[in-house]
C-alpha cells in the first residue's frame, strides 16, 4: 500500500524519508523528489489558488497532507490501486495524522532549533515501522491536543 514517506518542513526542505522497501534514508534522491513536490504545491497554491491533494501516476499515487498548525508536508508514496477506495484514502488520511503527531512530539526541540541538519530525523524510521502495520491502518486516529 504505502510505499515511500516524505516529511517537508514549512520551507519546503525535505527532512525525513522512509522508503518501505528498507532503503529509507540512504539515498538522498528523496532530497530532490521532495523539494521538486513542494515547487508543484506553491505552483497550485499561489498560480491557481487550490490546494494539491494528489498527483497520480500509471504505477504510484502521491498523497500530500499539510499540518494545518505548522504547513509541514507529508507525501505519502501509494500504489496506484489505493486510489480506487474510499476507505483506503480515509486510511491515508488517518495515517498522516498519526505520523504528524508522533513526529512532532518526538522532534519538538529539534525543530524548534533547526539548522539544517537533518540527521536527528533518521532515526524516526524505528517508529514508522511501528506505526505502520497492517493491522493498523484501518484505525481512527486523532492528532494529541498540546502537539503544537
Same mark, same amino acid.
Given at each position: 500500500m504505502i510505499q515511500e514517506i516524505i516529511i517537508l518542513n514549512d520551507?519546503? +526542505?525535505?527532512i525525513f524519508c522512509h522508503n518501505f522497501s528498507g532503503s529509507s534514508n540512504k539515498d538522498n534522491n528523496y532530497q530532490l523528489i521532495g523539494s521538486y513536490f513542494d515547487q508543484i504545491? !506553491?505552483?497550485?497554491?499561489?498560480g491557481f489558488k487550490e490546494s494539491l491533494t494528489t498527483i497520480k501516476m500509471k504505477k504510484s499515487v502521491f498523497y500530500f497532507k499539510t499540518h494545518p498548525k505548522t504547513n509541514f508536508h507529508l507525501i505519502l508514496k501509494c500504489d496506484s490501486k489505493v486510489d480506487n477506495k474510499k476507505l483506503k484514502k480515509k486510511a491515508i488520511d488517518? +495515517?498522516?495524522v498519526k505520523i504528524f503527531d508522533n513526529f512532532f512530539v518526538k522532534f519538538k526541540r529539534e525543530l524548534m532549533n533547526f539548522n539544517g541538519n537533518i540527521a536527528p530525523f533518521k532515526i524516526f524510521s524505528k517508529d514508522i515501522d511501528e506505526m505502520i502495520k497492517p493491522k493498523g #491502518? #484501518? !484505525?481512527n486516529f486523532v492528532i494529541s491536543p498540546g502537539v503544537f
Open positions: 520551507m519546503g +526542505i525535505p504545491c !506553491r505552483f497550485a497554491k499561489y488517518n +495515517i498522516a #491502518l #484501518l !484505525r
